[in-house]
């Protein structure tokens, strides 16, 4: 999806930038780890089809993607940008008569990176992003049976469950989004500015 291609969203911890080409090589990386393509339910991929997805995802109007950085190590350079990658956070429109409904998908890579928040912050910033921007209405989320750290938060956020597969193991989750709900999660405060996102 091309609407946040000039856009970072910036926050307490993290910056939202879309994915770019620069970005595949340390994405590939991480999705080397067994315990992450299980966790995402994802195949892996080949570098040369690494690039080929990012492009893919980038033209795609049902998908909208960002890659989460560390805020205290990107200095707006280019390469504290990939230094400071720990994730990403994803949108997909999957339900072709309902634009107002999306599912949402967290990944924080890194493993130094977890347990401090990011992973909440992304969702908040994507949540909102998505009610105010792309007029979203409902989330979902489907999340493995193992993955309780997942589970616990997207409940801490107010999801709450719809329906199990046994057959892949994984528990869908629904929040329906109300103006009320966003103003609950900003909690008197903006959580995150637009800002222009440059291209280098």
Known sequence: MKINEHLKLVARNIVLVPYESKHVERYHE????????????????????????????????????????????????????????????????NEADDNTTAEIEIMIAEPLARGRGFGKEALLCMMIFGFEELSIRRYTAKIGYSNETSLKMFSKLGFTEVSRSEVFKEVTLELRVMDSVIADFLQGSELYCHEEYTHT
Request: proline share 2%.
């Open 30 to 93: 991480w999705m080397k780890s067994e315990e992450l393509q299980t966790l995402t339910a994802s195949e892996p991929l080949s570098l040369e089809q690494e690039y080929e997805m990012q492009q893919a995802w980038r033209n795609d109007e049902n998908k909208c993607t960002f890659i989460v950085l560390d805020k205290s190590k990107y200095h707006g350079s280019v390469s504290t940008e990939i230094e400071s990658m720990v994730g990403d956070v994803n949108l997909f429109f």
